[in-house]
């Protein structure tokens, strides 16, 4: 491990614990040592590995990858870096068919139960009597404990040969494995698999092998975009993100998978598909054939009652300090790109501050920008969000929720233009159906990023529980600019940009009641 690693926050176990293959071909040679792990097999028949959260973060990890023809008996072995590997767990096998093309896609899923908090383990991925990668991962903590998550949207894979893809892509993912998070949170727009029309499950692949470099040591958790919108394949298109992915079970009958949440020590994550509320219709989905799919109130408001339940449940939960609702399109933007979505403010806001959602996480916008602190809506037919603290620096969080638009996560195109009146101040375009928009005034927006030199960038957060029932407890959140990506500095160290720290009171004080009577 190199002085400049660990000081980039480099861990020992992400160190010695990575993942043994990559077949993304953008390992170069002179990337770091981290980077370079054993040697591929000869014969690869496990790829695209990443692994997510089961229902329970603490107990359950999924590990899963794609085998390119079908393998028999494939299986995760699993252990503890002292005892080896000691069980065997069979995998689940479910394919589809790309609808554009043909490709069938294989992936295994195997489910890893029965684990202990906070503790190391090792695996392997066994095809067909074959060991094909040793990785390790760390299982959530549990009660309130000091912790760090990352997050950032509209990734795209690394190989510039398809729509979308830069090389940065692959820097974004090295940088999350930098910051050694226990989850990632993907903002929605992952592989940009549906803007390579008739190549989208081999966009997929680039995607997977691209980050699994981080993916494999640690739960990478996904949201839906637009882009995750391939018609033809699925109902709504997610055909192949929920083939690909065993996520956290909501127990829906028709849209498993579409939405979830999970808990990790205080905090509780909301992960919600935005395709179902927002007004904007994703018009550059199929360009050549017009063949674009509107999702708008696809759920029939199943989502929206599973939110306010879900919410509702949390607020007089007293082992949950802290709401974090992660989304794709945002509902508060003053980018020049695509702006603000009336849907989004109608449906999930009243919700958010009902109910004291802390963050909320968007991208679809390749831009950053935070909000000051906000609850409840000024007068005006688009909810413009009422702020409520402008305090830069010392966010109050029992006061309201920051919103934070984190869509720079590699893909070739970004914005990185903010929308201003004829006197600076900034403004913001509203969609406010399938085909309008209103402009206004933000007043809420409170830190844009228009150096458009440093268009990637990544946010990390680190929970600080506090110390006693009905403390105070803090989020620390910091976004990080990835410079640009060369074939002679393929990842180069994250630049801090932004910081602040968010507090709140505990949620297991002496009279504490519901969040929403504060
Ligand atoms: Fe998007």
């Given at each position: 491990m190199t002085e400049s690693m660990e000081r980039a926050g480099v861990s020992r176990r992400s160190f010695l614990g990575g993942v043994g293959v990559t077949a993304g071909g953008l390992m170069v040679a002179s990337g770091p040592v981290l980077w370079q792990q054993a040697a591929k097999a000869d014969t690869v028949t496990a790829e695209q590995v990443h692994l997510t959260f089961g229902d329970e973060p603490t107990r359950e990890?999924?590990?899963?990858?794609?085998?390119?023809?079908?393998?028999?008996?494939?299986?995760?072995?699993?252990?503890?870096?002292?005892?080896?590997?000691?069980?065997?767990?069979?995998?689940?096998?479910?394919?589809?068919?790309?609808?554009?093309?043909?490709?069938?896609?294989?992936?295994?899923?195997?489910?890893?139960?029965?684990?202990?908090?906070?503790?190391?383990?090792?695996?392997?991925?066994?095809?067909?009597?074959?060991?094909?990668?040793?990785?390790?991962?760390?299982?959530?903590p549990e009660g309130r404990v000091p912790f760090r998550f990352t997050s950032v949207g509209d990734i795209a894979c690394g190989d510039?040969?398809?729509?979308?893809?830069?090389?940065?892509?692959?820097?974004?993912?090295?940088?999350?494995?930098?910051?050694?998070?226990?989850?990632?949170?993907?903002?929605?727009?992952?592989?940009?698999?549906?803007?390579?029309?008739?190549?989208?499950?081999?966009?997929?692949?680039?995607?997977?092998?691209?980050?699994?470099?981080?993916?494999?040591?640690?739960?990478?958790?996904?949201?839906l975009g637009n882009h995750e919108n391939e018609p033809g394949n699925g109902p709504q298109g997610y055909l192949s993100y929920q083939t690909r992915y065993t996520l956290p079970r909501n127990h829906s009958a028709d849209f498993e998978g579409n939405w979830y949440k999970f808990q990790v020590g205080s905090v509780l994550f909301v992960m919600l598909d935005n395709n179902d509320v927002c007004y904007q219709v994703d018009t550059?989905?199929?360009?050549?054939?017009?063949?674009?799919?509107?999702?708008?109130?696809?759920?029939?408001?199943?989502?929206?009652?599973?939110?306010?339940?879900?919410?509702?449940?949390?607020?007089?939960?007293?082992?949950?300090?802290?709401?974090?609702?992660?989304?794709?399109q945002p509902a508060m933007s003053t980018s020049d790109a695509d702006g603000s979505d009336l849907g989004i403010r109608e449906n999930w806001m009243p919700l958010f501050y009902k109910y004291g959602v802390d963050f909320v996480l968007a991208g679809h916008d390749h831009d950053y920008e935070r909000s000051y602190v906000v609850k409840g809506t000024d007068s005006g037919t688009v909810l413009r969000p009422h702020v409520v603290s402008a305090d830069l620096h010392r966010v109050d969080s029992d006061k309201g929720l920051v919103h934070l638009v984190i869509g720079t996560g590699g893909t070739k195109g970004h914005d990185d233009v903010y929308q201003a009146g004829a006197a600076g101040e900034p403004t913001e375009t509203i969609n406010v159906s399938g085909t309008e928009t209103e402009t206004e005034d933000a007043p809420w927006s409170a830190v844009t990023d228009p150096d458009t030199t440093h268009p990637w960038g990544l946010g990390v957060f680190d929970v600080d529980?506090?110390?006693?029932?009905?403390?105070?407890?803090?989020?620390?959140?910091?976004?990080?600019?990835?410079?640009?990506?060369?074939?002679?500095?393929?990842?180069?160290?994250?630049?801090?940009?932004?910081?602040?720290?968010?507090?709140?009171t505990r949620s297991d004080g002496f009279g504490f009641r519901q969040r929403d009577s504060k």
């Open positions: 990890v999924i590990v899963s990858w794609v085998t390119p023809t079908a393998v028999s008996n494939p299986t995760v072995t699993v252990g503890t870096p002292a005892g080896g590997f000691g069980r065997v767990i069979a995998a689940q096998t479910r394919t589809y068919t790309d609808s554009n093309n043909g490709t069938v896609t294989i992936t295994q899923h195997a489910r890893v139960d029965g684990l202990h908090p906070d503790t190391d383990y090792v695996y392997q991925i066994v095809s067909d009597g074959e060991t094909q990668v040793s990785s390790a991962f760390r299982t959530a510039t040969a398809y729509s979308k893809a830069s090389l940065n892509a692959a820097a974004t993912a090295a940088s999350i494995e930098q910051f050694d998070p226990v989850v990632h949170l993907v903002n929605g727009d992952l592989s940009y698999a549906n803007s390579n029309q008739m190549f989208q499950p081999q966009v997929w692949e680039e995607y997977f092998d691209n980050t699994q470099l981080s993916a494999a040591n640690r739960p990478w958790m996904p949201t550059g989905t199929y360009v050549s054939t017009g063949d674009n799919q509107i999702l708008t109130g696809y759920s029939g408001g199943e989502q929206l009652e599973w939110l306010d339940r879900t919410l509702r449940q949390a607020s007089t939960d007293r082992s949950v300090d802290w709401i974090v609702a992660v989304m794709h529980p506090g110390r006693f029932p009905g403390d105070k407890t803090t989020m620390t959140f910091t976004y990080y600019h990835t410079p640009a990506a060369t074939a002679s500095s393929p990842y180069p160290a994250p630049v801090e940009f932004d910081s602040f720290t968010a507090t709140r």
